[in-house]
């Protein structure tokens, strides 16, 4: 697989498959910028990467099932838990890597909607620690 | 798997918690009017990951004889009205699981009011959208 559309990403918190509540799976890795201008830099800003962070935003469907997204996530809010993002798949391969590391469930949203729309919710967890990238 | 014929089925039953009006799940050959047929008009896949969510758009068709107008505008009256013991809506979100077959369904709206031929004869006719999720 290479391009490919987006239908199949397998979410996990705290080895919970959140999978099937969740329409939208992004993770972002930072990098602070650390800068080193000084009088030899030309005139230009000169920067160095600095510590490393990442943001895992996730679009939830309201979900108070047992093993669904609402009920997994509202006990959480405060600790720091294990996530486990595979893009386009359920097993992990080259083409489908596994990211995977720890986020802060700081914030939840338990109810959202409005009329006639579907109960949905989103989330930004920042992530706590290294964020690891496997192919097998 | 999404039991599409269960689904028309359940939002049949509802419909029948009607009284008077004839229901069927698949649109028939020679209607007898008043009755509401349900039809599938499309569906909307991948509304999460791993076919989590996918909506159903169904449509309920509700055909009534034009015998005498002013009685079939006051049926079709009744069956669009948001509440009361004839409304299209009421009924089918009487039971929102359909029979267990869905995670929710809403009458979205009515869409169309009008005139239908069948077999050389005109009928009144409405038609509403149902948003079916499963």
Known sequence: ?136 | MTDITALRQAIATNLATIPGLRTDSEVPDNPNPPVAIVQLEGIDYDGAMQQGLTTLMFKIIVIVSRQSDRVSQRSLNDYASQNGARSIKIAVESDRSLNGNAMDCRVQSLTSVGSLELNNTEYSAIEFSVAVYV
């Open chain 1, 1 to 136: 697989m290479a391009k490919y559309v987006v239908t199949s990403q397998s979410v996990t918190i705290n080895a919970v498959d959140l999978s099937a509540d969740c329409a939208r799976a992004e993770l972002v890795i930072n990098s602070a910028d650390v800068e080193t201008t000084d009088f030899s830099s030309g005139g230009f800003v000169e920067l160095q990467g600095g510590l490393k962070s990442g943001v895992l935003n996730l679009d939830f469907h309201a979900d108070y099932a047992s093993g669904g997204a609402s009920e997994t996530l509202e006990p959480l809010v405060g600790t720091v838990v294990p996530f486990v993002l595979i893009a386009g798949g359920t097993s992990v391969g080259t083409d489908t890597p596994s990211f995977s590391g720890s986020v802060l469930i700081n914030s939840f949203t338990p109810v959202a909607g409005a009329v006639g729309d579907l109960a949905t919710f989103s989330v930004s967890f920042p992530t706590s620690g290294a964020i690891t990238k496997a192919t097998s």
